[in-house]
């Protein structure tokens, strides 16, 4: 059986611009990313662009039961592993993009989204489709969490009408990354 790295590299290899890294996540990026979660507040926690699971895990090694987690990745070879590798979270094999429609977010509040979709290569059209849901299920106070290794931000801020900044950047991953929070301009100029 093929291990997780090595199905993930095939698949960037033959899918580079939908794959996002050419290896999964490493455990310190990982945790450094549930670090940003805020735990307190109700709801799942939204994961897309999932992939083997890596920050999956982290999530969980953070605390988070695996049932409060919902994990979107539209690769089938990545979403089986991805099952395999944490049973019982919620795994929905589907395109980012159309998350809005997928009945299992249509009703959720989230605590937080947590994103490693390469979405600096999206269009501007295809991230506001993947960005406005998820803040609007967000709620003041939510962030959108999102993993990139552009060294600036990788979403348009002006574009989307959101604020955001870098939190942290983890040196030791393959490539290196910066973690990015953003929110609701709206939300955020209305001092909630």
Known sequence: MATEA??????????????????????RLADAVAAQVDWSRPGPVLELGAGTGSLTRGLVRAGCPPERIIAVEREPDLARLLRQAV????????????????????????????SSLPIKWFSVAAQEAVIRP???????????????????????????????????????????????????????????
């Open 6 to 27: 090595g199905v993930f590299f095939a698949l960037w290899l033959q899918k580079p611009w939908r794959i996002a890294a050419a290896n999964p996540s490493s455990r």
């Open 134 to 192: 998820c803040l609007e299920r967000l709620g003041p106070g939510g962030r959108f969490i999102q993993l990139t290794n552009a060294f600036c931000s990788p979403l348009p801020i002006g574009k989307l009408g959101i604020v955001g900044c870098e939190v942290a950047r983890i040196w030791l991953n393959l490539p290196p990354a910066q973690i990015w929070c953003y929110w609701d301009a709206a939300v955020r100029s209305r001092g909630r």
């Open 87 to 114: 049973p019982r979270v919620t795994v929905i094999e589907a395109d980012a993009r159309e998350i809005a429609r997928h009945p299992t977010v249509a009703d959720q509040s989230f605590c937080a989204v947590v």
